[in-house]
């Protein structure tokens, strides 16, 4: 199992780690090339609007684009379900533009920057699971076709959509593999 992390800007060290500990291949993806042969991706945190931008430079945009809408696997974390979204509230630049929701960027406004919280899951595990959640956005609305994997204070936080996987937080920065594990089940099975 050969799985990416789009390696432009932000969080992509502690992605590697955990798809290392689940014995997956892994590719820091920087050229569109290093999109072939990839059974997914994972898009991290980061500055959704350098990343966009750093997107469009390389090049990796369209290729990617084309790539998730005909069924390779996704999973956005925090700046990475920015990229995905169909909208966002309130920013007029979009990016990626592929899965059907509508985000808030920095949701959380300035107050709670940051905070970790304990939720279940059913979808992805069968018990509590921590979410860190930095500078995070949250879902506004979504399509007829998302999933709600996950709710936290009536805020939706983590969707699916057939191929694609949405989080506003960051499995990454525990120590747990649950959400790393689902996505390597949905990169399997793709
Ligand atoms: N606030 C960032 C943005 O809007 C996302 C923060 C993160 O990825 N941790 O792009």
């Known amino acids: 199992m050969k799985i990416g992390v789009l390696a432009l800007q932000g969080g992509v060290i502690e992605h590697i780690h955990h798809l290392k500990a689940l014995h997956c291949e892994t590719v820091e993806v920087r050229k569109p090339k290093e999109l072939d042969g990839l059974q997914g991706i994972i898009l991290p945190g980061g500055e959704s609007t350098t990343i966009g931008r750093l997107?469009?430079?390389?090049?990796?945009?369209?290729?990617?684009?084309?790539?998730?809408?005909?069924?390779?696997?996704?999973?956005?974390?925090?700046?990475?379900?920015?990229?995905?979204?169909?909208?966002?509230?309130?920013?007029?630049?979009?990016?990626?533009?592929?899965?059907?929701?509508t985000v808030k960027?920095?949701?959380?406004?300035?107050?709670?920057?940051?905070?970790?919280?304990?939720?279940r899951i059913n979808k992805v595990y069968n018990g509590e699971v921590p979410l860190i959640f930095v500078r995070a956005p949250y879902i506004t609305k979504v399509g007829n076709d998302v999933d709600v994997l996950c709710k936290v204070d009536e805020n939706i936080v983590a969707v699916r959509q057939d191929n694609m996987l949405a989080t506003s937080f960051h499995p990454e920065l525990t120590d747990n593999l649950q959400f790393h594990r689902y996505f390597v089940n949905m990169c399997s099975n793709g």
Request: one cysteine or more.
């Open 55 to 101: 997107l469009r430079e390389t090049d990796i945009f369209y290729k990617l684009k084309e790539k998730i809408m005909n069924g390779f696997p996704v999973w956005g974390t925090c700046a990475g379900m920015i990229l995905l979204a169909k909208n966002i509230e309130n920013d007029k630049k979009n990016h990626l533009q592929v899965m059907d929701i």
């Open 105 to 119: 960027r920095n949701a959380y406004g300035s107050q709670i920057n940051s905070f970790l919280t304990y939720e």
